[in-house]
C-alpha cells in the first residue's frame, strides 16, 4: 500500500515538473489552448509558423495551415495591423487631431480656443465626476482653492478670484494640459475630451 502510494506521489511530482517544460516556440502542455491563442487575426501579435498547434487539433484548414497560424501574408511583415500611410497624424475617436499649442503660448490658447463639446447637463456632469477626481483635492468642491492639499500646498488660487473669473474655457483647458507653476500637468492622465469637460464645469463654479 505504501509503496503504491509513493509510486503515484513520484508519478505525479515527475509529471508535474516535466508538464512545466515551455520556452521558444513550445508552449509546454496546456488544457485547453484555445483559451490563450485566439484563432482570429490578432492586430498586435502574428504568428508565422504555419505548423504552429498542428499537434493539438485534427481540423484540416483549408489553406493548409495550423490552428494558430495568426498572421496575414499580403501585408508588409506578415503583420494583421495595416501600418498607417506615411505622412498621417492619428486622430482620436471625435476626430481630432493632437493638442498642439505649446505650453508657453498660453494667452494664444486662452484666445482662440472653443470648448468643442455641446452644452448639455451631461457634460457639465461628467465634468464634476472628473473634477473631483483630479482637481478636488487641491482647488476644493467650489474652487474656492481650500481641498484638502492646500492646506500643505500654498498657492491655489480661487476661481472666482478677479483674476481668473473671466478666464476662457480654452484657457482652463491649456492650463490642465500643461499646468502652471506648482500646479502639475495632467495632460498624461486626462484625455482632451475630459478636460474639455472639466472646464466647462470649472465655469459653472464661476457662478
Ligand atoms: C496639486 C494641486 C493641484 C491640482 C491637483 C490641480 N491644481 Fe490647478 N492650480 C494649483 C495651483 C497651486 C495653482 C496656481 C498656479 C500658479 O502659481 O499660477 C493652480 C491654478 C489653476 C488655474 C488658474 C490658472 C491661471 O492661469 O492662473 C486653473 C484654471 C486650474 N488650476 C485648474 C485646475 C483643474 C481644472 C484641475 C484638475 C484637472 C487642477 N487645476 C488640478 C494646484 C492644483
Redesign the pocket.
Known sequence: MRFILSFVLVLSAVALLTSCGAGGDNQGSEYAPNMYHSVAYEPYSQIVDEDAGRWLTSIDYPDGHAEFFNSNKFNPFRMNLREAPENTVSRNKNGWLPYRIPKDS?DYASRTLKNPLDSTAAVVADGKVL?QM??N???GPKGEGNGK?SEK?N???N?NSD??KN?TEG??FH??TYG?????A?GSQ?SPEDRWK?ARY?KTLQK
Request: glycine share 4%; aromatic share 18%; hydrophobic share 50%.
Open positions: 498660453l473634477y483630479y482637481c483635492h487641491c482647488h492639499v500646498y498657492g491655489v488660487p476661481y483674476a481668473l478666464i484657457h482652463i492650463v490642465i502652471k507653476n506648482l500646479m502639475w495632467h486626462v472639466i470649472v
